[in-house]
């Protein structure tokens, strides 16, 4: 049982530039949240999809935009990079409209110079 | 403003002791918590949860205990093994349960 995989693992982009990271969840699982973390820090949340519709969003620009396709697999796209944005993007899965333990993927390193 | 504290930047325990760390918070609509092992370079493992109508939750090693009426929750982990060495989250959720919000995490190092 595959748990929930992202790709690419490291990913180096300048300023300015746009970027997609993508996410597969957990088998069985139907909502996808996405958090970035930063260097000392725990992560902070970005959204979440459930239904291919954005559910609930953090303090985050409009920059960071999402999508979800009807086989649950999810892309996070970043848009105008600055170099505040180089961190670790973590992927979460979990169960039904209401699942509350989330489930975490190894995450992408991107890093904006 | 930090709904989720976890104010020990790091604890080193002796191999086989009792490991506690703590975290508080200060949502009072948090009604459930959990803890997160990360290792270096990969993403955060879910060791265990509570929900607000519990005070204790075990599982093998690890135990959860919740204090509401202090907002506080810890976590210990007995006896601790030298692969317990990791970053531990403490994260925490509202009715809904759609956004988790962390803690800046504790880095735990247990010594053989």
């Known amino acids: 049982d595959a748990g929930v995989t992202q790709s690419p693992t490291h990913l180096i982009k300048t300023r300015g530039q746009q970027v997609t990271l993508r996410c597969s969840p957990k088998s069985g699982h139907d909502t996808v949240s996405w958090y970035q973390q930063a260097l000392g820090q725990g992560p902070q949340f970005i959204f979440q999809y459930y239904e291919e519709e954005e559910r609930q969003r953090g303090n985050f620009p409009d920059r960071f935009s999402g999508h979800q396709f009807p086989n649950y697999s999810s892309e996070l796209n970043v848009n105008a990079l600055l170099l505040g944005d180089s961190a670790l993007y973590l992927c979460?899965?979990?169960?039904?409209?209401?699942?509350?333990?989330?489930?975490f993927g190894p995450g992408t390193r991107l890093l904006v110079l | 403003d930090q709904q989720v504290k976890q104010n020990s930047p790091s604890l080193s325990v002796q191999e086989g002791r009792i490991s506690i760390l703590n975290c508080d918070y200060t949502n009072s609509m948090f009604d459930y918590f959990l803890w997160y092992k990360k290792y270096p370079a990969e993403g955060p493992t879910f060791l265990i949860s509570i929900s607000s109508i519990k005070d204790k939750n075990e599982d093998g090693r690890f135990t959860v205990f919740l204090n509401k009426s202090a907002k506080h929750l810890s976590l210990h982990i007995v006896p601790s093994q030298p692969g317990d060495s990791a970053v531990y989250f403490c994260a925490a959720s509202a009715p809904g349960g759609r956004q988790l919000t962390f803690g800046s995490g504790t880095q735990l190092t247990v010594l053989p």
């Open positions: 979460a899965s979990s169960p039904g409209a209401l699942g509350e333990t989330q489930y």
